[in-house]
């Protein structure tokens, strides 16, 4: 198991910048794919992918709705997993949690939420327009 904290969250205007920084706990952060995902208010259902590291950090994968202006990247040295926001825009504002997925395939890289086995608490994101 590894332990997840998320920080960097905040209140930007439209177009502004963030960015997301998840810590991990423990030795064995190199060996997990991470991954970004986020609740919107009033949204019930399961969080939605934002953006996935290989271990390796070589492929990534983002959703359509962010493609151009975030960018995931991994420090496996300092166990920690960034998501840089740019070009923030009001449907970007969300509870964004940081998730983390062990796999043994360096370059593989995972997006769908019920695979992921270790969650943070999530940091809050609000855009205002």
């Known amino acids: 198991q590894v332990q997840l904290v998320e920080s960097g969250g905040g209140l930007v205007q439209a177009g502004g910048s963030l960015r997301l920084s998840c810590a991990a706990s423990?030795?064995?952060?190199?060996?997990?794919?991470m991954g970004w995902f986020r609740q919107a208010p009033g949204k019930e259902r399961e969080p939605e992918f934002v953006a996935a590291i290989s271990r390796s950090g070589v492929n990534t994968d983002y959703a359509d709705s962010v493609k151009g202006r975030f960018t995931i990247s991994r420090d496996n040295a300092r166990n920690t997993v960034y998501l840089q926001m740019n070009s923030l825009k009001p449907e970007d504002t969300a509870v964004y949690y940081c998730?983390?997925?062990?796999?043994?395939?360096?370059?593989?890289?995972?997006?769908?939420?019920?695979?992921?086995?270790?969650w943070g608490q999530g940091t809050q994101v609000t855009v205002s327009s």
């Open positions: 423990g030795r064995t952060f190199s060996t997990y794919v």
């Open positions: 998730a983390a997925r062990q796999e043994g395939n360096i370059f593989r890289v995972t997006t769908t939420p019920a695979l992921f086995g270790n």
